[in-house]
């Protein structure tokens, strides 16, 4: 009889551990998510609001994703190059619209780099609030990765919250 009670006390236990863990993971909802492909990209110089300014150079940015990430993206950069060669900075707003991992939808990412001396440092993030469609709620980071030969490619850590 004592071993019947000590069962059905353990029973009961992890049945509420269980749904307990349940719960958190319903809560939880999002899970971080990793798309990785290739990218082509061509940049198109433009116009500064200061056009005597040699300084400052704009461009229009194209892309076409691959891979997990199957979309378009469009934006501008502004970039300006230092005295040394390898070394300089830009800043970029791409809106991307596609299909993300059998996801349709738009978002917004926003570009930080700057190279000194031909050591990079890139942070380009996903504009909070910016997901449409079955993309909203995403967040995220993506790396660049440029090959020896020029090829580009990306990896995309992401995840999309339950709104």
Avoid at 21 to 33: C, S, V
Avoid at 75 to 83: H, K, R, Y
Wanted: hydrophobic content about 40%.
């Amino acid at each position: 009889m004592k071993n019947r009670k000590w069962v059905t006390i353990v029973v009961c236990g992890l049945a509420l551990v269980a749904g307990a863990a349940i719960r958190a993971q319903e809560k939880k909802g999002n899970e971080k998510m990793v798309a990785k492909g290739a990218f082509d990209v061509k940049m198109a110089p433009v116009d500064t609001a200061h056009k005597d300014e040699k300084a400052i150079a704009r461009y229009s940015l194209d892309k076409v994703y691959q891979g997990d990430l199957e979309a378009t993206g469009t934006g501008e950069m502004l970039a300006s190059m230092g005295t040394v060669k390898g070394s300089g900075t830009y800043v970029a707003m791409e809106i991307v619209s596609g299909t993300l991992a059998g996801k349709k939808g738009t978002f917004a990412l926003g570009h930080i780099g700057t190279q000194q001396s031909g050591q990079q440092n890139l942070s380009i993030n996903v504009v909070p609030d910016s997901g449409t469609g079955e993309l909203a709620g995403i967040s995220g980071e993506m790396k660049i990765i440029i090959a020896a030969d020029g090829k580009h490619s990306y990896e995309f850590e992401y995840e999309i919250a339950k709104i």
